[in-house]
């Protein structure tokens, strides 16, 4: 009698421990909420998008160290969720916009006069966004990170494109925002008045899922 009353008692026990299982997989905070850190999961198929942080502008100089090349004061971006584990994990995204205002751009390279367009090509791009706020942007398999740059000059239009392999940045929850700096590519095309190496420079904030920020975990 005492060992079927102990069996029932085990049971019992751990019937009502199982559903408590369930829950805790369920709660488990995802690598980008929305609202705050720890906040709501955001969907996979949101998309998120970004303009430049107050007062920064987007550059593309001549080296790392230098302020000779191309400025922008307006420029955006839009990634769609691909996949948004639980964390410690890495998210995933492709890139499917980046835009700059070429009126707000100019340049102070010599026998330059202004920018007629900047265009990112070989979308879209795969972003990673690791929980320690790493931020990874590759092409498609066999493809580059290409940039075209078309700019007015005093002996007519040309054009400048530039390539690099990868883009590496940052992502910060202080201002909800992603950060690249001095990302290195190379002129892959054009005249001499395109500098052979530009250093992409930008922080895109705030983040959000149709108006809610953004948060890495």
């Known amino acids: 009698m005492r060992t079927r009353t102990l069996l029932t008692l085990v049971g019992t026990v751990a019937a009502l421990s199982l559903p408590a299982v369930a829950p805790a997989s369920a709660a488990d905070t995802a690598v980008l909420t929305t609202g705050s850190a720890g906040g709501a999961a955001v969907a996979v198929g949101d998309t998120l998008t970004a303009p430049l942080a107050s007062g920064t502008n987007a550059t593309l100089y001549s080296s790392a160290t230098g302020t000779s090349g191309v400025s ?16 410690p994990g890495t998210a995933t995204e492709s890139v ?28 879209p791009y795969t972003t990673t966004v690791a929980s320690d706020g790493t931020l990874t942007v590759t092409p498609a398999s066999g493809s580059t990170i290409q940039t075209t740059v078309k700019l007015k000059t005093l002996l007519g239009s040309i054009t400048c494109v530039y390539q690099a392999p990868s883009l590496s940045g940052t992502a910060a929850n202080a201002d909800n925002s992603i950060n690249f700096t001095n990302q290195q590519f190379t002129k892959v095309s054009g005249s001499s008045l395109c500098f052979s190496s530009g250093y992409f420079t930008a922080k895109y904030a705030p983040v959000t899922d149709n108006g809610a920020t953004v948060y890495v975990n």
């Open 72 to 87: 922008c004061a307006s420029s955006t971006f839009s990634a769609t969720v691909a996949d948004n584990p639980a964390a």
């Open 96 to 123: 499917s916009g980046q835009t700059f205002d070429s009126s707000s751009c100019t340049s102070n390279v010599l026998g330059v006069t202004g920018v007629s367009s900047i265009t990112v090509d070989n979308l």
